[in-house]
């Protein structure tokens, strides 16, 4: 009697905060809603050292840190949400601990599919993005069916930067930019006469163009984030971001990302809403 009643008392006490959240959720919708957030989940180790427990469980509180944060970001209105997995730095850390947080990812990503998994409640589609060639075949895989199982997915959107830095993604885009370019003027000086080479080589020193390369980003399937923000009190953005973030609010709670939590969310909005006419104002300006 005693297990149905605490039962009870627990059912009852997550509706009541279910309510208040989404009574908290509307009255920030009466401000602007940022329609992208992206977040550097930074303190994982350093929280598993804080509980004295070992390095992995870290990186499991911060995943159920990131469920949450998902949840509230959607049921908010967010419609983007992007998250710094993986660095391609980070391949530079211990074997053991590239293993595993290689195969917490692969585990995870299978989460993601099945049928009451976040994905599917709120309609996700799922985004990887980064250089994946570096990612072992197992986890490679696993994203590539994930991308494909939640292609048809509209509602919301997470983007999970793995094997990712800004800097790969730059040099990325500028690349693949030359090469398209590259073989447009092959195709266009092969079907022209020879006495007309020296205009198109004159062409030739402005024909890649600030389009070219923002289209060829990996981040290109999203618009630029609203509000950046890293946990653990760092002000780094350690190489992620950096083209998409020169008009964003960027946000450094001291709180590790395992204890991040639903006041962080609504003041860093908060944040957002207050300078929200100073950053319309600065794009309209490019």
Not at 146 to 161: E, H, Q
Not at 254 to 271: D, F, Q, S, Y
Request: glycine share 4%.
């Amino acid at each position: 009697m005693e297990n149905k009643d605490n039962s009870l008392a627990a059912r009852l006490f997550g509706s009541s905060v279910n309510y208040m959240r989404r009574f908290l959720f509307r009255i920030l919708s009466v401000g602007p809603i940022p329609r992208h957030m992206a977040f550097i989940l930074d303190g994982n180790r350093r929280f598993a050292k804080k509980l004295k427990r070992e390095e992995g469980s870290g990186h499991r509180a911060g995943f159920l840190s990131l469920m949450s944060m998902l949840k509230y970001c959607y049921e908010l209105g967010v419609k983007y949400v992007t998250i710094y997995a993986f660095s391609i730095d980070n391949f530079k850390r211990r074997p053991e601990e590239v293993q595993y947080v290689m195969d917490l990812m692969l585990e995870k990503i299978e989460g993601l599919l099945k049928e009451e998994s976040i994905v599917n409640q709120y309609g996700i589609k799922v985004l990887f993005i980064g250089n994946l060639k570096l990612l072992n075949e197992p986890v490679r895989l696993a994203a590539e069916k994930a991308m494909k199982a939640t292609s048809n997915n509209s509602n919301n959107v997470l983007l999970i930067c793995v094997a990712y830095t800004s800097t790969d993604e730059i040099t990325h885009a500028v690349e693949v930019s030359c090469q398209e370019k590259w073989k447009e003027i092959h195709e266009l000086t092969a079907s022209r006469a020879d006495e007309e080479l020296s205009e198109e080589k004159e062409e030739v020193s402005s024909i890649i163009k600030l389009t070219d390369i923002e289209r060829h980003m990996y981040m290109a399937v999203a618009p630029d984030p609203d509000i950046l923000v890293r946990t653990s009190g760092e002000t780094r953005l350690s190489n992620f971001l950096l083209w998409q973030s020169s008009n964003c609010i960027l946000y450094s709670p001291k709180a590790l990302w395992p204890e991040i939590g639903l006041r962080h969310l609504v003041w860093a909005v908060l944040n957002f809403q207050r300078v929200y006419p100073y950053l319309e104002k600065r794009r309209k300006q490019l």
